[in-house]
C-alpha cells in the first residue's frame, strides 16, 4: 500500500485531464479523480494523436490519465511532450482494462492496484 504523503501538498498536481476513448472504464477513472479535493480534472475525447498533443501542449496538464490502446506509442509520446519547457514535469498514466497494471511515466510498471493507490498516484504522493 502506497503510502499518502501530506507533507508534499505543493507538489500535488493540480491539472489532471483524462482522456476519454468512450469506454465506461474511461468515465469511471475520471469520476474516480474528480472525487478528490484540490485536483482540477478536465476530460477530452481521444480523436487521433496529434489532436491529442495539440490539447496538451495548450492545457498544460500535470497530469495525463487515459487507457491503454493500440496505435498509440506512449514512450515515444511521452518523450514528445516533455520535450515541450512548459512539459518537461508532465506525468503520464496509463491504465490498462486487460490486466489491471497502470504504467507511470517514467516507465514505472505498478500491478493490480486499489482505488486509492491510484489516487495516490494521480496526486504524486
Known amino acids: 500500500m502506497m503510502q499518502n504523503n501530506l507533507d508534499k501538498n ?9 482522456v476519454n476513448r468512450g469506454s ?10 474528480s472525487s478528490k479535493p484540490n485536483l482540477d480534472v478536465s476530460t477530452i475525447d481521444f480523436k487521433n ?5 495539440n490539447e496538451i501542449v495548450t492545457r498544460h ?5 487515459m487507457g491503454q490502446s493500440g496505435g498509440v506509442g506512449f514512450e515515444k509520446l511521452y518523450k514528445m511532450l516533455t520535450s515541450f519547457s512548459t512539459l518537461e514535469k508532465l506525468r503520464m498514466i496509463i491504465f490498462h482494462s486487460n490486466d489491471n497494471a497502470v504504467d507511470v ?13 491510484f489516487i495516490q498516484i494521480v496526486q504524486g504522493a
Request: negative net charge; proline residues 7%.
Open 10 to 18: 505543493n507538489d500535488l498536481p493540480q491539472r489532471i485531464l483524462v
Open 24 to 33: 465506461l472504464l474511461d468515465e469511471g477513472v475520471a469520476r474516480l479523480i
Open 61 to 65: 496538464p500535470e497530469v495525463v490519465v
Open 49 to 53: 494523436e496529434e489532436a491529442l498533443v
Open 105 to 117: 511515466f517514467s516507465q514505472e510498471h505498478l500491478n493490480s492496484i486499489p482505488s486509492d493507490d
